[in-house]
């Protein structure tokens, strides 16, 4: 399934991608094909109609605090009285925290609404969404990954900074360097105050 996202006045947009991303990486039946960004309601409505006619599956971030006309289902609901195009049904995707989401299906065609935020992203898009849309007869399982050990990385043993942190005695050549630094300035404090006495 061929799908296209659009960012509609979307402000944290490079968070919201990394978490898509990671996500439609871990599913083989679903394909990012285009990204758009929108930034008034008529923008949306040309960038929508071409995702429209180029994927199964129209991803909107952003839009949904939006009010009177740059709301994104008021855009939506604009374009589709416009072009015609049925709602075969519309359902609700529960946000916790924040505003809800919209999975819309038009034919053999779905567009999902999504608030501009990450962590509701993160939380909404996942199997349990999925199963609502038809991907090629079967909705796989998302693949969350799994931490199964820790990576630590350790200085080798030829590094020249492990080798000064841990060197146990000073030489000889800094110990007899301090000791004439040493020498040298309580030979000159002692002389200076020599002269101020007399």
């Known amino acids: 399934m061929d799908?296209?996202?659009?960012?509609?006045?979307?402000?944290?947009?490079?968070?919201?991608?990394?978490?898509?991303t990671k996500k439609f990486r871990t599913m083989t039946d679903i394909t990012v094909k285009s990204g758009y960004a929108a930034v008034a309601s008529t923008d949306l409505k040309?960038?929508?109609?071409?995702?429209?006619?180029?994927?199964?599956?129209?991803?909107?971030?952003?839009?949904?605090?939006?009010?009177?006309?740059?709301?994104?289902?008021?855009?939506?609901?604009?374009?589709?009285?416009?072009?015609?195009?049925?709602v075969d049904s519309n359902k609700k995707i529960i946000n916790e925290s924040g505003d809800d989401g919209y999975?819309?299906?038009?034919?053999?065609?779905?567009?999902?609404?999504?608030?501009?935020?990450?962590?509701?992203?993160?939380?909404?898009?996942?199997t349990e969404l999925l199963k609502n849309i038809d991907i090629s007869g079967k909705t796989k399982e998302i693949a969350e990954p799994t931490l199964t050990h820790k990576i630590v990385f350790a200085p080798e043993e030829n590094d020249s900074f492990n080798k000064l942190k841990n060197t146990n005695s000073p030489s000889i050549v800094t110990i007899i360097g301090i000791s004439i630094t040493t020498a040298v300035c309580l030979t000159t404090i002692i002389w200076i105050i020599w002269y101020l006495a007399h």
């Open 3 to 20: 799908c296209s996202i659009i960012y509609y006045i979307a402000y944290k947009t490079g968070y919201i991608q990394k978490s898509l």
């Open 46 to 86: 040309n960038k929508f109609r071409k995702s429209f006619e180029e994927s199964d599956l129209v991803v909107i971030i952003g839009g949904l605090s939006s009010t009177g006309a740059d709301n994104v289902i008021t855009v939506l609901s604009e374009y589709f009285t416009q072009a015609g195009l049925d």
């Open 103 to 126: 999975l819309i299906k038009s034919g053999e065609k779905y567009v999902l609404v999504l608030p501009d935020n990450p962590e509701s992203v993160e939380r909404m898009f996942g």
